[in-house]
């Protein structure tokens, strides 16, 4: 399978964060990467391969380097398996008196809620049921078409096409069901049913809405890959890949999957958290010398994966003159002034000799000096770790789209940057 149908297949099995984070699991696992449990005794060897979860929601995969004091450092890809979607809400169902039956639904991230009308939608999520003395979660996957949000027709919103403001409360709630005289509990019959449990014994959960159309390569000439969560599961997909096919040498390299970066990371499992500095502290713990830690973060480097706006055709002014990245012309530097990005000149300077060295273009993005732009997990993750540390990301088109749109040439690219960034001799 070529890396493309490989990412393809990932995203289609990764409506959610929680399943992107147990596809990561399954792949390392196969890989022969061994799970470390925060709670157990960890017990570490130059050139093994682990990963440790942070509640199933963030992640850390690594393959551990010389843990001689004066070579041990960490090279490390960071990215986010979250994407803006609809999250529903506890006690979700609303029935009218006419029998429509609808869940009540909060935006999650910042999605163009145009995009996700009149399209077959289905929920996945994680589901907490209490199962003897204790609990247990369940992942959840409906692999059906279970809903849709119907638009108002034309005939009764004349301005639809001319700029119309959606209420996330009024709006945008889906459509399940047309439900009977006295029937209730649509949901929770569902969840029941599916994991094969007593609605009673369902707690509480963590769902949302996904797209149901997978993922497809198009283009004349296959140049492009469309699909819901291409931000930011793409990364992920190819800094899992690539650390998965290199081979053990003299870094600590790793791959870091957090959530939450779409409501701004500052949650346990994602890059505001401690979880991450924590895991590598414990990391270098086993490395010769008391300040193994803090000597080898100075010699350390981390990318943060992140995509980027690629300058769309339809809307030329809206990009930087000059700092405006295409499809499938590689892999863009991100920088600003706000620091909103956290790259610098010598981050931004080694990405590019990683670029070269692999025989890959590299472009530059910047925000128009007019537009404030986004920001991502670079800046949040230096409140954590003192580390080297470059924004980067593939150019996309319909960010946070129900269906984004990248270059495939530029996924190819990328993963062979990483996979020479792991391999490379020395940082920097
Ligand atoms: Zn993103």
């Not at 006419?98 to 991230?109: A, D, H, I, Q, S």
Request: net charge negative.
């Amino acid at each position: 399978m070529s890396i493309i149908e490989e990412l393809m297949n990932f995203l289609d099995q990764s409506p959610t964060n929680f399943h992107a984070q147990a596809q990561a699991r399954a792949h390392l696992e196969d890989a022969g990467f061994q799970e470390l449990k925060k709670s157990e005794a960890w017990e570490l060897k130059e050139g093994g391969a682990y990963y440790v979860s942070n509640q199933e929601g963030a992640l850390l995969a690594f393959r551990l380097g010389s843990l001689k004091e004066e070579d041990f450092h960490f090279r490390l890809v960071a990215s986010h398996g979250d994407s803006p979607t609809f999250k529903i809400k506890p006690s979700s169902e609303m029935k009218d008196k006419e029998g429509y039956v609808r869940l009540n639904t909060e935006v999650y991230g910042g999605p163009i809620l145009s995009t996700w009308f009149d399209r077959p939608l289905s929920i996945a999520g994680q589901v907490w049921v209490k199962e003897g003395e204790g609990m247990a979660s369940h992942l959840v996957k409906f692999d059906r078409d279970l809903l849709t949000i119907p638009s108002l027709a034309i005939h009764m919103n004349r301005e639809v096409n001319e700029g119309y403001k959606f209420n996330p409360q009024k709006d945008t709630l889906p459509l399940l069901a047309m439900g009977q005289e006295g029937e209730e509990g649509f949901l929770e019959g569902l969840l029941a049913q599916e994991l094969g449990v007593d609605q009673e014994d369902i707690l509480d959960f963590d769902l949302f809405l996904y797209n149901r159309d997978k993922a497809s390569r198009l283009g004349l000439r296959g140049d492009f890959i469309s699909s819901g969560r291409l931000d930011n599961l793409s990364m992920g997909f190819l800094s899992l890949k690539a650390l998965i096919d290199s081979p053990a040498g003299p870094g600590t390299c790793g791959v870091i999957l957090y959530d939450h970066e779409e409501v701004g990371s500052e949650s346990r499992v994602g890059a505001g958290g401690p979880f991450i500095r924590d895991s590598l502290e414990r990391i270098a713990s086993f490395a010769q010398g008391q300040a193994a830690f803090y000597r080898g973060m100075d010699r350390s480097f981390m990318i943060s994966a992140d995509l980027t706006h690629g300058l769309h055709p339809n809307y030329r002014d809206k990009a930087d003159p000059t700092n405006a990245p295409v499809l499938n012309g590689g892999p863009a530097i991100k920088q600003a002034a706000s620091k909103s990005y956290a790259s610098d000149a010598y981050s931004a300077s080694f990405f590019r000799l990683l670029c070269q060295e692999a025989g890959v273009p590299v472009q530059s993005f910047s925000n128009r000096s007019d537009i404030r732009g986004g920001s991502t997990i670079g800046p949040i993750s230096l409140g954590q770790l003192d580390i080297a540390m470059v924004d980067i990301g593939n150019p996309t088109l319909a960010m946070h789209s129900a269906r984004e749109l990248v270059g495939a040439q530029d996924q190819e690219a990328l993963y062979k940057v990483f996979l020479h960034f792991y391999g490379r001799k020395t940082i920097g």
